[in-house]
């Protein structure tokens, strides 16, 4: 089908979304301060935010989510071979320091809302099963009351991946106090973004001192490295986003970046064969802290405006598309907005169609039940038709953007483009 020309500036979902000038000009400013890339006083300060910010004992920081996950697993003394339930549909930097602890990894099913399936949870649960790890998918809380009480009734360790989350609330209560601990990404395209970046939390004394002796056992990451990291938003300010103005160069100018490593991957190649690069875990550089916390502190603004921007799709697109399922008395953020398209459409068909009009929709969440689609599903030892509502929803998936780039007007332009496909 061939869609019209708009007269309109790109409209993707992923490429760094969160990033405003603001936070171009800090990089830059950084940039020319390598004293301060390593160590500084913005961890702490990033850290005791986000121990007011939710109430809690400890917050301890990392150079991704992965590490502060695989710390948080650490931190529980498990033996080898113990089981970790999670579910299918969700990314690799999941799987991987699972196994690279020597558990296992018990995929399981979603409901409605993207979520763990309490019902398919339960009947996983085995004699090995040690932990279960709730995802509040794209800013979705999952069915708290049910999982706590699967968890309490046999005996599992709760972990909340939020990952998608941030700002979230279930029954009044922010999503990441509901478990013995939790984690946070700041990756490139989450609820903020500091290109690389993690969070773990914890009101438990004992949990919360392991992961910060753990911390304090890790290296900082090479300068190179976050040289690499805070060129970032300057490059895709200033050169990438605008060749996306014809896509194919755009991604073409991107990847070059990436093949030289002037830019960093946001998943290595390793990742999606099941392993866990060197890079982590390591610490959180202070670089990355200072545009975290610039970040951090525009929070509400980004999820207010992400709440607009979903309104509109949602009244655009009412009745057009399937929605994520909400859960009763849960404030969603809308990381992203997800919609289900039409089993007999072809949703590659639609995402190459609105991609040659400057409306980039692919952001790797979809396809396998794994992500990204490019992820070697049997080294995550995932058996394919074990998750089938997972597997349903990464082919039907199409996520719209929310961030704080997208303007209301430019969600109506995505919305015209996407009515084209319904028949």
């Not at 969700?90 to 018990?106: D, E, Y």
């Not at 992820?375 to 394919?384: A, H």
């Not at 074990?386 to 082919?395: F, L």
């Amino acid at each position: 089908m061939k869609l019209e020309i708009f007269n309109h500036s790109l409209v993707s979902t992923s490429l760094s979304p969160n990033t405003e000038k603001d936070d171009v000009l800090l990089a830059l400013k950084m940039i020319f301060r390598p004293r301060k890339w390593k160590q500084g006083e913005e961890i702490s300060i990033l850290e005791n935010e986000f121990k007011n910010y939710f109430k809690v004992n400890e917050a301890v920081s990392f150079n991704s989510g992965r590490s502060a996950f695989l710390a948080i697993l650490k931190s529980f003394d498990l033996k080898e071979g113990e089981e970790v339930l999670f579910q299918a549909f969700t990314c690799n930097a999941v799987v991987n320091p699972i196994m690279r602890l020597k558990l296992k990894p018990v995929f399981v099913d979603c409901d409605e809302s993207f979520n763990i399936d309490p019902k398919d949870l339960k009947e996983k649960i085995t004699e090995k099963s040690k932990v279960v790890i709730v995802q509040h998918t794209f800013g979705q809380p999952a069915k708290m009351d049910e999982v706590l009480k699967i968890c309490k009734d046999n005996n599992l360790i709760l972990i909340e991946d939020c990952a998608h989350s941030l700002g979230a609330e279930y029954k009044g209560k922010k999503v990441g106090t509901f478990g013995k601990a939790a984690f946070f990404s700041f990756g490139r395209d989450k609820v903020i973004s500091s290109v690389f970046g993690g969070m773990a939390i914890t009101n438990d004394s004992k949990t919360g001192k392991k992961i910060r002796n753990f911390q304090r056992s890790c290296d900082f990451p090479s300068s190179f490295w976050v040289f690499q990291q805070l060129l970032h938003p300057i490059l895709m300010h200033y050169i990438i986003l605008p060749a996306y103005h014809f896509p194919s160069f755009g991604k073409f100018v991107l990847n070059f970046f990436q093949i030289f490593k002037i830019l960093s991957k946001a998943v290595d190649k390793k990742e999606k064969e099941g392993k866990l690069p060197s890079l982590f875990p390591k610490r959180l550089p202070n670089a990355l802290a200072i545009l975290a916390l610039n970040q951090l502190r525009k929070l509400e603004k980004f999820n207010i405006h992400r709440e607009r921007i979903a309104k509109v799709y949602s009244e655009g697109l009412r009745g057009r598309f399937e929605f994520q399922g909400k859960v009763d008395q849960t404030k969603r953020i809308f990381m992203r907005f997800p919609i289900l398209v039409d089993r007999k459409k072809d949703t590659e068909r639609i995402l190459v169609d609105l991609r040659k009009n400057k409306v980039l929709l692919n952001d790797g969440w979809r396809k396998t039940s794994i992500v990204p689609p490019d992820t070697d599903q049997k080294k995550m030892r995932y058996i394919i038709g074990s998750c089938p509502r997972a597997e349903e929803i990464a082919k039907r998936i199409i996520n719209l953007p929310t961030h704080i780039n997208i303007s209301e007007k430019e969600a109506r332009i995505v919305i015209k483009s996407l009515l084209k496909y319904v028949s």
